[in-house]
């Protein structure tokens, strides 16, 4: 639970509107509103914050964190804003810190590493990459913004034969708590660079990622619908796929049950390689 109190917020709330002018969305404006309504979750889009900071560099990051710090005044930061959780991503009455202009996608010329940072979705990124015949390990909901799933795991289509996102990271660009901005790899800041593998939003601000990147071209994929009567075998199928993928390392699945008038079951199948209807998913 996040408390705030307006007598703290006033003094943070004028320092940023003088420091970022028309980076600052206030409640009566429009770009407030319009802002509150791009959050996924009904629980989310509940929340009022007082503000909304609109970053276009890390240091303007790292500068609203020393001004929270000196208020000692609460925030929130927003990547995506795919969660459902009340104030994962935003914050009652205070400032949330709106990543979208911090969208910079970049590949190197060797098509090895890529960087992006935490205003895009996985739509953006995978587009970005796709004219190169490229990807990166990230995640299999477009909507969805590339911060909280990378920093939290990372479970990709291609994850059973490159691991989660988090083992792709080769290095992380991150605002501290003491508003320094710090480049963390397995050479600089080790400890902290294996906390941010999955740690979640616990040890930064996270405003630029570097990945491995890997080559990737047509791939093969569906949904298929089945009613209660299927359960048992779509089950026993599921399990038997998750127990040989490891052989083949391009087939991925994702089972969701649910009901709406009558319990249905949806099945993604997704195949690394253009390939229809490949062996192993044939059951």
Not at 250 to 259: D, E, N, P, T, V
């Amino acid at each position: 639970m996040i408390f705030t109190s307006e007598d703290r917020l006033a003094p943070q709330h004028n320092s940023l509107k003088l420091i970022y002018g028309n980076n600052l969305a206030q409640q009566d404006e429009a770009t407030f509103t319009n802002f509150i309504n791009t959050y996924w979750s009904r629980q989310q889009r509940e929340i009022t914050p007082q503000c909304v900071l609109q970053p276009s560099r890390s240091i303007d990051v790292a500068n609203a964190i020393l001004i929270s710090r000196l208020t000692q005044c609460p925030f929130a930061v927003k990547s995506g804003g795919h969660s459902s959780v009340p104030g994962g991503s935003n914050v009652d009455g205070s400032i949330t810190i709106n990543f979208e202009k911090l969208n910079r996608i970049v590949l190197a010329n060797d098509k090895k590493p890529a960087s992006f940072q935490p205003g895009n979705t996985w739509f953006d990124v995978y587009s970005a990459l796709e004219e190169h015949n490229t990807t990166i390990i990230g995640g299999r909901v477009a909507s969805a913004g590339v911060g909280e799933l990378t920093l939290g795991g990372g479970i990709s289509n291609l994850s059973s034969q490159y691991g989660l996102a988090c083992d792709n990271v080769l290095s992380y660009e991150v605002v501290t708590a003491s508003g320094i901005v710090l480049n963390v790899s397995q050479i600089s800041y080790p400890d902290l660079y294996w906390a941010l593998r999955g740690g979640g939003n616990n040890f930064g601000i996270v405003t630029q990622f570097d990945v491995q990147a890997m080559p990737q071209g047509l791939m093969w994929g569906g949904r298929q619908i089945y009613l209660e009567s299927a359960f048992p075998a779509l089950i026993q199928a599921y399990y038997n796929l998750g127990m040989d993928g490891k052989e083949s390392g391009k087939a991925h699945q994702i089972l969701s049950l649910g009901y709406s008038d009558m319990a249905i079951a949806s099945l993604e199948l997704e195949y690394a390689d253009p390939t229809p209807n490949a062996t192993i998913l044939a059951e």
